[in-house]
């Protein structure tokens, strides 16, 4: 029951940090992008925020859970940990760049800047190693 509850936990830490570097990706690159094309945060709002959430609570099973069982079971190193965490958060904010601003045109023209995801997913990525190592001290 413990393992349960402390899955549950991340699976909610990594929902929110997931949302929130989305959406502070979305505040420094989407707001270039002032054309109907692209609906983001200045154009539905919540709904962006909201679409971003349910994304997240989807990908946690197929990405971040496995790999937070891999390296609780065959890792205790903690600063191996916030490496794999961050690099991982920094390839997903590559693929969630790419799935936002997926428009060759919309990248060029208001000139994206891909880094921005990598720091905020890769921070994202951090904090989640943070929390995963108090959770794994506190059981």
Not at 46 to 64: C, E
Not at 65 to 82: D, E, M, Y
Not at 98 to 109: A, D, K, T, W
Request: hydrophobic share 50%; aromatic share 22%.
């Amino acid at each position: 029951m413990v393992r349960y509850k402390y899955y549950l936990t991340m699976w909610g830490v990594f929902a929110l940090l997931y949302t929130l570097a989305a959406v502070g990706m979305e505040f420094f690159e989407g707001n270039k992008i002032t054309t109907t094309l692209y609906y983001g945060l200045r154009n539905i709002g919540f709904g962006f925020i909201l679409f971003n959430l349910v994304h997240s609570i989807i990908v946690y099973p197929i990405s971040f859970l496995p790999l937070t069982f891999l390296l609780n079971k065959f890792t205790k190193s903690f600063s191996l940990r916030i490496i794999i965490y961050s690099f991982v958060g920094g390839i997903s904010g590559i693929w969630v760049f790419r799935h936002l601003y997926g428009f060759e045109n919309l990248i060029s023209s208001y000139e994206l800047n891909r880094s921005s995801a990598i720091i905020m997913f890769g921070i994202s990525g951090f904090v989640y190693a943070l929390v995963d190592y108090y959770n794994t001290k506190k059981k």
